[in-house]
């Protein structure tokens, strides 16, 4: 085959092709009949010869790994000049002396003398001789240009295959964040959540040791239950771990910015570091109280839907739970408390009137007793038990203001403990590396 070809001036196959890929394997165009149009079509060689033209050609083909196997691909140059004694890296031939010892050889069997003269003249011979080597069989051997071929095939693969290594190596490299810069978003997670807890402590001490919250004592009820679920509301909103949520998504940023996510890419619509919880756990043993049990309401285990962020969301979800599931539950606790008390009170009042009317020897003082009675106990009983939903409140604020610092601070740290994952592809690289070692043997023993 004869081909005109521009091949590139790398060496390797495995380097994106190369050199002895485009003259080993060069492609051919074959023309179709019907449609004008050209297939190309790859058509693997034992052996290539590049020929260059020319001064030019000879600086080109220098430039070309001509070096790496000159068995299987030759290299030549027509400089109209023949040199037997010449000792550079290609054959130099007079294309035009050995067409024309070929023309007069055809004109007539006399001219041998001339042919002779004119085709050993022409460094032809050389390219003979080189297209012959290697072919001739050799009994129970394998052909030299054969076997060339074959350790051609074998050595590229095994650049091919320790590139793609490299090129794997330096990419999970290259994605792996140094022990510096990972100590320290460890260190700032550490002291996050020291001032989350703080926070939540020092806050909550605040809020529930003020003034708006004393608003909220049992006997104020009568004309501040109203205002329940609007200062609850307001201390989540305020008190409840403002700074730290702040804090959380500014180091999000920090770890986003580290590149901890380049071969997971997360996308906004995903949020890499909350998961809601639609399901929660049954603990054996009765169930602790909640606001919702001390009203005798079932409390509806609604999983909180919070638009997805790229940051943890644990302190606004928590935030979420309390507000619409904890708050209405105190406002409605103080309300049925408040028409319980007021209803005890009218009923052991109407009761002690009654007594006085239709008993005649029923004094005042006696009928006020027994009314006094129903009224100290109603507000007794309210007292109690809106004490008693008070504290359990502060309680449950604090205990799921500690779970979700606690939840931030270990989704945090599973995304920051790097290990050493094995390389992409290791089982194929084995598998490969596995079959060109027998290969290689199997080689060999046929030499």
């Known amino acids: 085959m004869v081909l005109e070809i521009d091949p590139p001036t790398t060496g390797a196959v495995g380097e994106g092709g190369g050199f002895e890929n485009a003259a080993l394997v060069p492609t051919m165009e074959i023309p179709t009949s019907y449609t004008g149009k050209y297939t190309p079509v790859t058509t693997p060689v034992h052996k290539a010869l590049v020929v260059a033209d020319g001064i030019i050609g000879a600086a080109t083909l220098i ?70 080597t290697g072919t001739s069989p050799t009994p129970g051997l394998m052909k030299g240009s054969l076997k060339s071929l074959v350790d051609s095939v074998l050595q590229n693969t095994s650049r091919a295959l320790q590139a793609e290594q490299s090129r794997k190596l330096s990419a999970a490299l290259s994605n792996k964040l140094s022990s510096t810069e990972l100590d320290s978003l460890r260190k700032g997670l550490s002291q996050w959540a020291e001032r989350a807890h703080n926070e939540l402590r020092d806050q909550l001490d605040i809020a529930f040791g ?24 307001d201390i989540l909103s305020q008190r409840f771990l403002t700074n730290a949520e702040k804090e959380i998504i500014y180091l999000a940023g920090r770890i ?117 009675l129903g009224i100290v106990w109603s507000l007794k009983r309210m007292q109690g038990k809106w004490e008693m939903a008070r504290k359990y409140w502060e309680g449950e604020v604090r205990e ?17 403990t790097q290990t050493d994952k094995p390389l992409e592809g290791a089982e194929e690289f084995d598998v490969a590396s596995e079959a060109l070692r027998k290969a290689e043997k199997a080689f060999s023993a046929c030499k």
């Open 63 to 132: 430039s070309y790994p001509i070096d790496s196997n000159k068995g299987m691909i030759g290299t030549a140059v027509d400089l109209r000049v023949f040199d037997e004694r010449s000792d550079l890296p290609f054959y130099v031939i007079d294309v035009e002396k050995g067409v024309k010892a070929l023309g007069l050889l055809r004109e007539s069997i006399h001219n041998s003398l001339e042919y002779e003269r004119n085709w050993s003249g022409s460094g032809l011979p050389a390219i003979s001789d080189w297209l012959k």
């Open 256 to 372: 986003e910015e580290s590149g901890i996510f380049k071969d997971i890419p997360v996308s906004f619509s995903e949020n890499w570091a909350y998961k809601p919880v639609t399901e929660r756990p049954v603990e054996p043993g009765p169930p602790p109280p909640t606001i919702q049990s001390l009203m005798g309401m079932p409390k509806d285990d609604v999983p909180v839907k919070s638009p997805p962020r790229p940051w943890p969301l644990h302190i606004p979800a928590t935030r979420t739970f309390l507000s619409t599931e904890t708050v209405p539950a105190l406002q409605a606790l103080a309300q049925k408390l408040l028409f319980q008390a007021l209803t005890a009170s009218t009923f052991t009042t109407a009761l002690a009137g009654l007594i006085y009317v239709s008993t005649v020897s029923t004094s005042v003082y006696e009928a006020g007793a027994v009314a006094a």
């Open 210 to 233: 003020g003034q708006r919250w004393r608003k909220l004592g049992w006997w104020k009820l009568f004309w501040r239950v109203d205002d329940v679920s609007m200062i609850a509301s």
């Open 400 to 416: 799921e203001g500690r779970k979700a610092v606690r939840g931030v601070e270990g989704v945090v740290a599973n995304v920051l």
